[in-house]
């Protein structure tokens, strides 16, 4: 019988995984490594999937267990790919390891975090709450083992924190390692990251009541910073009138030029949130387009026949500060007229911008002229998911089945 066909697949978002027990279950040997200290990406930090409205830990919770129980599947997290070489027969691949300050004995019990007085701003909140320096990622977080930022704190509270752990799990003099494997083919699943709100400074980026949606997001989970309370940042009131404005830098020549597909699904989930909460509250989406495609008509026409729900077809092109509140300047196109509306809470659909943009995997790597990776089947690289084009959760998950079976391919021609 021939040697197994081995895989890495970079990126342990929900195309990564997928992937690589796509792979696995086929056969192959499987290697998955994820920057971060936890898998599921982009994913856990949703509060609900459309169209189904459903939390998605417990898909999640699914994978993580064939994940457990699939001996040819080898997950690195806290690791990133520090360099490639193509050789005859695939690929010889360089993998850091972060140092490990918390070992894998941990058993997430918390006597460690409740001796830390050091905060950090959440990663997984966006920044939008503060966490412990040492502190279990989120709450589905796997594997089920705490984090610590170590170089928040200082040397005397670090030795309380290592002394806290009964189990001796924590290890202050960790370092980086370096190891180096041979894989026949490489599946590039790094996801993606939000356009910076920042940028869209004439869309109110920087107010403290204009928000992204991915914040929006967090805001409306329970495990988010407000405990699930959709509230204004500026008081922590709960919104009466609520704009979510779409192509937020997206098909724009000054910010970005494509359209991420998903964002209007996106908005018309989170006017529900609103409107679920918030039953008074007044909604506006302003819109270029409507973009629901397939069965997914059914989430704009739900939306769309709810009281105190507007769509507008109008480009919002300004968004200013009125007293305690905001004014938005919308180009209408059905009157041809420029209108002013009034607002409390803003939230800017801000499109997807994929990681690789800025990564380091250029030696294996082709990318578009937005930064999204190509396949490149003469060097046995594949790529799934929000790596090579804006999707929702449903279609990065096919994509990554499909480029599974190509990278499969791809690893028999060589091996």
Partial sequence: MSEAKRLLVIGAGIAGITAALEAAEAGAEVILVEREASVGG??????????????????????????????????????????????????????????????????ACGDCEK???????????????????????????????????????????????????TYGAIDLDATESTETVDVNAVVVATGWKPYPIENLEELGGGFSDVIANVQMERMAAPSGPTGGKIQKPSNGEAPTNVAFVQCAGSRDVNHLNYCSGVCCLASLKQAQYVKEQLPEAEVTMYYIDRRTPGRNEDVLLKVAAMEGVKLVKGKVGKVEQNGGGLRLKVEDVETEKVLEAEHDLVVLATGMVPNAVDDDLAVFTRKDDDGFVLDDMGSSVTVAGVARRPEDVAASVRDATGAAARALVAAGRRA
């Fill in 42 to 107: 982009r994913v856990l930090r949703l509060n609900n999937y459309f169209p189904k409205m459903c939390p998605p830990s417990c898909g999640m919770e699914i994978n993580t267990r064939r994940l457990e129980r699939n001996p040819r599947i080898r997950v690195l997290t806290g690791a990133r790919v520090t360099g490639a070489e193509q050789k005859d027969g695939g690929w010889a691949v360089e993998i850091t390891d972060n140092p490990a300050y918390v070992k894998a004995n941990c058993t």
């Fill in 115 to 165: 001796v830390c007085t050091t905060e950090v701003d959440d990663p997984h909140n966006l920044g939008m709450s503060k966490a412990k320096a040492i502190r279990l990622p989120h709450p589905n977080a796997w594997p089920n083992r705490y984090v610590f930022d170590r170089a928040t704190v200082t040397d005397d509270e670090a030795k309380k924190i290592a002394d806290a752990c």
